[in-house]
Nanobody, 122 residues
């Protein structure tokens, strides 16, 4: 059974940092691109960032460029999201995602994690 398990969420103040982790299991994830999406209450799930399965290419939504960094573990089944200079508008449930498609888009994801809450207070 394929599982993506996120960790690292929490409550922080504006300007603080958090690092999210996602561990994938249940199959070989070589060839799978991985990324992060987020969903705030009453809003649609949106793309945050993604990394190609080789680790050689990344992309980010404009609002997090320069603040968030996505990286992948050497075993290809772990992905991280380093979030710096957090803002109240970053408050959301953050979801890990994996798929063979690129770029990663909400409607084309094969595997999702259960989500981890990130709350940024002003």
């Amino acid at each position: 059974q394929v599982q993506l398990v996120e960790s690292g969420g929490g409550l922080v103040q504006a300007g603080d940092s958090l690092r999210l982790s996602c561990a994938a299991s249940g199959r070989t994830f070589g060839g799978y691109n991985m990324g992060w999406f987020r969903q705030a209450p009453g809003k649609e799930r949106e793309f945050v960032g993604a990394i190609f399965w080789t680790g050689g290419n990344t992309e980010y939504t404009d609002s997090v460029k320069g603040r968030f960094t996505i990286s992948r573990g050497s075993a290809k089944n772990t992905v991280y999201l380093q979030m710096n200079n957090l803002r109240p508008e970053d408050t959301s449930v953050y979801y890990c995602a994996a798929d063979v498609s690129w770029p990663l888009r909400v409607g084309y994801i094969n595997y999702w994690g259960q989500g981890t809450q990130v709350t940024v207070s002003s």
